[in-house]
T-cell receptor, first 112, second 114 residues
Framework: GQQVMQIPQYQHVQEGEDFTTYCNSSTTLSNIQWYKQRPGGHPVFLIQLVKSGEVKKQKRLTFQFGEAKKNSSLHITATQTTDVGTYFCAGPYGGATNKLIFGTGTLLAVQP | EAGVTQSPTHLIKTRGQQATLRCSPISGHTSVYWYQQALGLGLQFLLWYDEGEERNRGNFPPRFSGRQFPNYSSELNVNALELEDSALYLC?????????????FGPGTRLTVL
């Protein structure tokens, strides 16, 4: 079945360092969403990318959707302790838009 | 505007019992999605309800079931509980289809099966 993998599973950085997580789907996606889950919290929507090659920025966060619409990345510049959490990508399953398949997630730890 | 609410916050059951989890979506949202998040793992899609009907389900056995009420709130029932059912159960609602729209998650119900 369709799979969405993320790498790395875990990343530990010093505050101020950059961070990138990569998301890879086994199938082409019509769009991709990114969510952040703080420790002990619930996932919170960050952004949705729809177009091939699309790049969107939110302050220190840069999101990219691959040209083939099978991969995506999230880059954080100059991490802060508030960036701690697990970042999930998610894409529609099987071409339909009735449910999302979430990636395996990347846990980011930031040391002050 | 109130967010997605879930109850109870925590639930402790023993193996073989039944658990009932509840979710109220954001006002105006007709779709409710249920996810299971086992400790340290990602989110696994469980069920999707829209307009009172079950529209889709993930790869879970039939003992995971639920329903959606006329006010769009939803209930997840887990029968014959097994130890591996221990997890955080998250409910989410959206204005339209999950694949096209932002999902708003509730705080979750932590189910522990002893």
């Amino acid at each position: 079945g369709q799979q969405v993998m993320q790498i790395p599973q875990y990343q530990h950085v010093q505050e101020g360092e950059d961070f990138t997580t990569y998301c890879n789907s086994s199938t082409t996606l019509s769009n991709i969403q990114w969510y952040k889950q703080r420790p002990g919290g619930h996932p919170v929507f960050l952004i949705q990318l729809v177009k091939s090659g699309e790049v969107k920025k939110q302050k220190r966060l840069t999101f990219q959707f691959g040209e083939a619409k099978k991969n995506s990345s999230l880059h954080i510049t100059a991490t802060q302790t508030t960036d701690v959490g697990t970042y999930f990508c998610a894409g529609p399953y099987g071409g339909a838009t009735n449910k999302l398949i979430f990636g395996t997630g990347t846990l980011l730890a930031v040391q002050p | 505007e109130a967010g997605v609410t879930q109850s109870p916050t925590h639930l402790i059951k023993t193996r073989g019992q039944q658990a009932t989890l509840r979710c109220s979506p954001i006002s105006g949202h007709t779709s409710v999605y249920w996810y299971q998040q086992a400790l340290g793992l990602g989110l696994q899609f469980l069920l999707w309800y829209d307009e009172g009907e079950e529209r889709n389900r993930g790869n879970f056995p039939p003992r995971f079931s639920g329903r959606q009420f006329p006010n769009y709130s939803s209930e997840l029932n887990v029968n014959a509980l097994e130890l591996e059912d221990s997890a955080l159960y998250l409910c989410a609602s959206s204005l339209g289809l999950a694949g096209d729209n932002e999902q708003f998650f509730g705080p979750g119900t932590r189910l522990t099966v002893l």
